[in-house]
């Protein structure tokens, strides 16, 4: 099945600075890869995502970039503010037995100092 | 997300008890799914269903227990089984077909007293 490795665990930045969080996936037929930002207590939000078939996407001050080659994918966060912090999570999506089926990432704990 | 509905917000069980967690959409998706959170971690698959009256395990089924009569509905029932039920319990759906979104319920808090 699918294994999906996100790096790093916890992550600080300064505020203003920028933010990167990778992911890297084993199975070459995932499709589709979505990044979440949860909250203390809270549920996932999507805020980011990719299709296999487009190598970059950006959203305002947010992008995801992909690489199915090497099969990996990254979240860039720039001009980082204090609201940003949270865990954010990767995903993976994949056929499974003609099934849809979602691998997730270990998740970054981002903190963003003022 | 406001069309996923989880409850209770917090359930507390007794040592034995079986208890059900609920979960109701009101998207239309054909897709639900159950995940566990343990804190500090990620989201560990307990069961999917595509379409209704079919399911599917996941990574951590043992314990766990689910039906899916009607589209809008996928209770989850943590049975006594399962030795330790602590743990964050999210609802998911999304809309049938390939490379689709993911959403979220609030999810359910479950403790064991």
């Known amino acids: 099945g699918e294994n999906v490795e996100q790096h790093p665990s916890t992550l600080s930045v300064q505020e203003g600075d920028s933010a990167v969080i990778k992911c890297t996936y084993s199975?070459?037929?995932?499709?589709?890869f979505p990044w979440y930002k949860q909250e203390l207590g809270k549920r996932p939000q999507l805020i980011i995502d990719i299709r296999s078939n487009v190598g970059e996407k950006k959203d305002q001050r947010i992008a995801v970039t992909l690489n199915k080659t090497a099969k990996h994918f990254s979240l860039h966060i720039t001009e980082t503010q204090p609201e940003d912090s949270a865990v954010y999570f990767c995903?993976?999506?994949?056929?499974?037995?003609?099934?849809?089926?979602?691998?997730f990432g270990t998740g970054t704990k981002l903190q963003v100092i003022p | 997300d406001g069309g996923i509905t989880q409850s209770p917000k917090y359930l507390f069980r007794k040592e034995g008890q079986n208890v059900t967690l609920s979960c109701e959409q009101n998207?239309?998706?054909?897709?639900m799914y159950w995940y566990r959170q343990d804190p500090g971690q990620g989201l560990r698959l307990i069961y999917y269903s595509q379409i209704v009256n079919d399911f599917q395990k996941g990574d951590i089924a043992e314990g766990y227990s689910v039906s899916r009569e009607k589209k809008e509905s996928f209770p989850l029932t943590v049975t006594s089984a399962q030795k330790n039920p602590t743990a964050f319990y999210l609802c998911?759906?999304?809309?049938?077909?390939?490379?689709?979104?993911?959403?979220f319920g609030p999810g359910t808090r479950l403790l064991v007293l």
């Open positions: 995903a993976a999506h994949g056929d499974s037995g003609g099934y849809q089926k979602v691998t």
């Open positions: 998207l239309n998706h054909d897709a």
């Open positions: 998911a759906t999304q809309k049938g077909g390939d490379a689709e979104t993911q959403y």
């Open positions: 199975d070459s037929a995932s499709n589709y």
